[in-house]
């Protein structure tokens, strides 16, 4: 029996708020990955695993949020909390493996498209993973096509969005590049839940699933990953060149005027050296020991 599929049982409150859940997600992420790759080495892993784990656990949130509106109207739907919470943990670690790539091999053609590869197959890993957590007195299908649509979209949308934490240093500009991965992240989540067909076992009388839906089991397992991208937004605001996003060329000519030698201000992947630095240190050349 085919069961009858709906994705708005709320309207369009649970997509709009899947959408932003995953703009902040990628918001606070990109920033976090910005953030890294102008910092001291030893803080550049923190940064991009505070990164990481805000994206992951913004498209997480954003997957389930969304699938609070979606219901089979003849059966009552669950979920495996061990498989809803492995798909968590697959997003953190496979999205933060794409930008621990980027972040230490800079902007990179080959380091963008195998970051953003795995950062997006890490994305659509989630969400199937996610979907095979469901429980129901049936069994899912998928239309091949449309999935691999989906995975096509996760892919660009994860590429595109590295390049422009390691290349678009200003605020603004990084914001839009993460309403631009949320639109694609929710793009990718519907367009994998159209390429969903639910075959049922055996049908359920009428009126039976009055009151079965996930939102009561999905919400407590919802409240972790959000309080954890409020406290990071928290961290990310507090930080002024997360905010600022001040290009490393602004920050060179700063130290010049404050009387800070041109050769300690390395310049950072994905931004060029600035050129007077470079022949002021040729042609006069500071030794460290004198000072």
Same mark, same amino acid.
């Given at each position: 029996?085919?069961?009858?599929?709906?994705?708005?049982?709320?309207?369009?409150?649970?997509?709009?708020?899947?959408?932003?859940?995953?703009?902040?997600?990628?918001?606070?992420?990109?920033?976090?990955?910005?953030?890294?790759?102008?910092?001291?080495?030893?803080?550049?892993?923190?940064?991009?695993?505070?990164?990481?784990?805000?994206?992951?656990?913004?498209?997480?949130?954003?997957?389930?949020?969304?699938?609070?509106?979606?219901?089979?109207?003849?059966?009552?739907?669950?979920?495996?909390?061990?498989?809803?919470?492995?798909?968590?943990?697959?997003?953190?670690?496979?999205?933060?493996?794409?930008?621990?790539?980027?972040?230490?091999?800079?902007?990179?053609?080959?380091? +963008? *498209?195998?970051? %953003? #590869?795995?950062?997006?197959?890490?994305? =659509?890993?989630?969400?199937? &993973? !996610?979907?095979?957590?469901? $429980?129901?007195?049936?069994?899912?299908?998928?239309?091949?096509?449309?999935?691999?649509?989906?995975?096509?979209?996760?892919?660009?949308?994860?590429?595109?969005?590295?390049?422009?934490?390691?290349?678009?240093?200003?605020?603004?500009?990084?914001?839009?590049?993460?309403?631009?991965?949320?639109?694609?992240?929710?793009?990718?989540?519907?367009?994998?839940?159209?390429?969903?067909?639910?075959?049922?076992?055996?049908?359920?009388?009428?009126?039976?699933?009055?009151?079965?839906?996930?939102?009561?089991?999905?919400?407590?397992?919802?409240?972790?990953?959000?309080?954890?991208?409020?406290?990071?937004?928290?961290?990310?605001?507090?930080?002024? +060149? *997360?905010?600022? %996003? #001040?290009?490393?060329?602004?920050?060179? =000519?700063?130290?010049?005027? &404050? !009387?800070?030698?041109?050769? $300690?201000?390395?310049?950072?992947?994905?931004?060029?050296?600035?050129?007077?630095?470079?022949?002021?240190?040729?042609?006069?050349?500071?030794?460290?020991?004198?000072?």
């Amino acid at each position: 029996m085919q069961g009858t599929i709906d994705g708005f049982s709320y309207g369009a409150v649970t997509p709009v708020a899947a959408f932003l859940m995953a703009c902040l997600g990628a918001a606070l992420g990109l920033r976090c990955t910005t953030r890294s790759l102008r910092t001291e080495r030893s803080f550049k892993a923190g940064w991009l695993a505070l990164g990481a784990t805000s994206i992951g656990s913004g498209i997480w949130t954003m997957h389930f949020i969304a699938m609070m509106g979606f219901s089979v109207e003849e059966a009552p739907i669950g979920y495996d909390k061990a498989i809803t919470f492995a798909s968590l943990a697959v997003a953190i670690v496979v999205v933060g493996v794409g930008i621990f790539l980027v972040g230490y091999r800079g902007a990179t053609p080959m380091a +963008l *498209v195998t970051g %953003g #590869t795995i950062t997006g197959l890490g994305v =659509a890993t989630m969400h199937y &993973l !996610g979907m095979a957590g469901m $429980r129901l007195d049936g069994q899912f299908e998928y239309d091949t096509i449309t999935v691999t649509l989906s995975v096509v979209i996760a892919v660009s949308a994860s590429t595109a969005a590295l390049w422009a934490a390691v290349s678009i240093h200003g605020f603004l500009p990084s914001l839009g590049a993460a309403v631009v991965m949320g639109v694609a992240v929710s793009g990718m989540h519907y367009t994998g839940m159209a390429a969903l067909r639910v075959h049922l076992h055996a049908a359920t009388l009428p009126g039976t699933t009055a009151g079965d839906t996930p939102t009561g089991f999905l919400v407590p397992m919802l409240i972790g990953p959000a309080c954890f991208l409020l406290v990071a937004g928290v961290v990310v605001m507090f930080d002024p +060149l *997360v905010v600022m %996003g #001040t290009p490393d060329w602004e920050d060179a =000519a700063a130290g010049r005027a &404050l !009387g800070i030698p041109a050769q $300690r201000q390395v310049p950072r992947f994905g931004t060029h050296a600035d050129p007077a630095s470079f022949h002021s240190q040729r042609r006069d050349p500071v030794d460290h020991h004198d000072r």
